[in-house]
């Protein structure tokens, strides 16, 4: 009797920019490839975060696919920053001119994916059914599984309540309400501004004060636009091969070497120039806590500086974590909005939201009445969104199981136990520290190849070696060890999510190193990988 082949050579959980590209791929090496995705349109973080000042923290020009000519020149940005909206609009439009959604199963959540050995194939379950294929890919995001704090009382409100990252597909009016916020995240920090605008009374519960760098958008000057796309070819080769996929220009002296004068005048032009680039201007930022200081201290002048009441200023300056070590956050008015007569701040660090009531927030003794209840509380980054699907590997145990002490990962794109599965932008991956759609199409483009491989040789099977993944772990905890990061509560070492193994879940070796090992590996036979017939 002659055995079934899989219905596919490769599925792909998720249709954000990761699973776009992988089918896009996969499709033009002949490989018979499907998608599912839980929302009903293509574009992941950007399909459901549509909260009000949704942004992305990457510039417009580069946060964008490279990977076909045409389409990098033919798509005009709007502004500096794109918006959600543009962002969506960007994504639908590749997944028109690529003629993708014919292969994709909208409105679909996979449940579970387990690996049939005998048959050398996935099993993937969604309420609609089953399928199989010889391959597993996840493009599932790595900020996509929102967490939302167990406080007590959550489900007594009577207001309308929201998640940044499940925002509703229609304008939320706040016009006249009592607006509660809790976080101060970057999705706090691009909200907060434009809910004050409308709302009548907004209360912020910040928990760690974060630093924020002014974005100064504007809207993209046409000129500035075809220099950029006339140099596509040479700035896209200089961001694969960055720190971090974004083109930094760092200064080539150390902070703490350099007369204080230079410094503190490099770190006003980055100021105002805006952006995330404000912690790379020196070497030494990041790894020297004297060096770090000095950009933290500027940033918390500068929040006195607009901040006019003093006690508030305090409250909003950083003190309990090196700048950079949490994800610098990058804003529109968001300190000067304090000084709005309907905008309050209210620090829990000291003293914990007690509980949620009927009618609002409660603080130890104080209570606050609240119309909307806004959650920007973040997510369980990186391994969330792949814990939360029963993925079960060769001898039927569950991923999040092999992952209940810290993710375990061989180049954050395979594991040992997962034969014919890989994670795009994995933890121990550079992706969150990253400009992703760089680190995406690189992982995209590797596992293409991976398969192709395989394909080529007539093997069917390819599971990274326990022994590689061991070393790639301990790689990843020790270029980690070498910075400030691990210093810092951040969703970066699970520190946001109680019980969360404190691990650095990105690889911090930046983006060109990184593209350089996994060359080798590939160029050397797939290293660390066992492949069969
Ligand atoms: P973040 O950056 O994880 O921010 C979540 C915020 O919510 C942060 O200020 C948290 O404080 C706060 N938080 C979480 N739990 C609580 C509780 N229990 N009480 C009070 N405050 C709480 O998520 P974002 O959505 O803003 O941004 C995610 C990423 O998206 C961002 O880094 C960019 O890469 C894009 P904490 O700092 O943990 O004390």
């Known amino acids: 009797m002659t055995e079934q082949p899989p219905e596919y050579d490769a599925i792909i959980i998720g249709a954000g920019f990761a699973g776009m590209y992988m089918l896009t791929k996969l499709r033009e090496r002949g490989f018979a490839a499907h998608v ?21 923290d990457v510039e417009s020009l580069y946060y964008c696919y490279s990977f076909s000519e ?15 909206p543009e962002i969506l609009r960007y994504a639908r439009h590749v997944a028109d001119r690529f003629d993708l959604r014919r292969d994709i199963t909208f409105s679909t959540t996979v ?9 050398r194939c996935w099993r993937v379950r969604t309420a609609g059914g089953s399928t199989t294929a010889r391959h597993l890919i996840t493009a599932v995001g790595c900020l996509s599984a929102t967490q939302t704090p167990d406080f007590p009382g959550i489900d007594d409100f009577r207001g309308e309540s929201y998640h940044t990252g499940r925002w509703p597909h229609r304008d939320v009016d706040f016009g006249g309400k009592r607006v509660g916020v809790i976080g101060t995240g970057s999705s706090a920090i691009q909200a907060i501004p434009l809910i004050a605008q409308q709302a009548r009374q907004v209360t912020v519960f910040q928990r760690t004060a974060q630093f924020s760098i002014p974005a100064w958008n504007r809207t993209l000057d046409p000129a500035e636009q075809a220099a950029v796309k006339a140099d596509y070819a040479r700035l896209r080769d200089e961001a694969r091969h960055s720190r971090s996929g974004i083109l930094q220009d760092q200064l080539p002296d150390n902070a703490t070497e350099l007369p204080r004068r230079q410094v503190e005048s490099e770190l006003h032009r980055r100021w105002g120039h805006g952006g995330t680039t404000f912690t790379s201007a020196f070497p030494d930022t990041l790894t020297d806590a004297a ?34 070590t949490k994800r610098i956050c990058v804003d ?5 909005t304090y000084n709005r007569d309907n905008v309050d701040l209210v620090s829990v660090r000291e003293q914990p939201i007690s509980r949620i009531t009927d009618g609002g927030v409660q603080v130890g003794d104080r209570a606050f009445a609240f119309d909307v209840l806004v959650f920007a509380t973040g997510y369980d980054a990186m391994t969330g969104p792949l814990n939360r699907i029963d993925i079960r590997g060769a001898d039927g145990s569950l991923l999040r ?30 992706s969150v520290l990253s400009n992703m759609i760089v680190s995406i199409e690189q992982h995209v483009e590797w596992i293409a190849e991976h398969l192709e491989h395989l394909r080529d040789r007539g093997l069917t099977r390819t599971e990274a070696d326990p022994g590689a993944e061991d070393e790639w772990v301990a790689h990843v905890n020790e270029v980690a060890g070498e910075t400030l990061y691990p210093q810092a509560a951040s969703w970066y070492m699970g520190a946001n999510i109680p019980g969360k193994p404190r691990i650095f879940l990105p690889y911090i070796g930046g983006v060109g190193t990184y593209r350089e090992i996994c060359r080798e590996v590939a160029d050397e036979g797939y290293r660390g990988f066992h492949l069969a017939r």
């Not at 599912?36 to 992305?56: L, M």
């Not at 529109?332 to 000067?336: Q, V």
């Not at 209940?404 to 933890?427: D, E, K, Q, V």
């Open 36 to 56: 599912f995705e839980a929302g009903d349109d293509v574009g992941g973080t950007w399909y459901w975060n549509r909260y009000p000042g949704a942004r992305c």
């Open 70 to 84: 045409q389409l990098q020149q033919e798509w005009e940005w709007t502004e500096r920053y794109p918006s959600q």
């Open 111 to 119: 449940h579970e994916a387990a690996y049939d050995e005998r048959h």
């Open 291 to 324: 060096a770090n200081e000095i950009s933290a201290e500027f940033v918390r002048a500068r929040i006195r500086e607009i901040v006019d009441d003093p006690a508030t200023a305090d409250l909003l300056c950083p003190t309990d974590h090196p700048i950079g």
């Open 332 to 336: 529109t008015d968001y300190y000067a």
């Open 401 to 430: 199981d092999k992952w209940a002490a810290g993710p375990r990962s061989y180049l954050g794109l395979a594991g040992a136990g997962f034969p014919n599965m890989f994670t795009i932008t994995g933890p121990g991956s550079p």
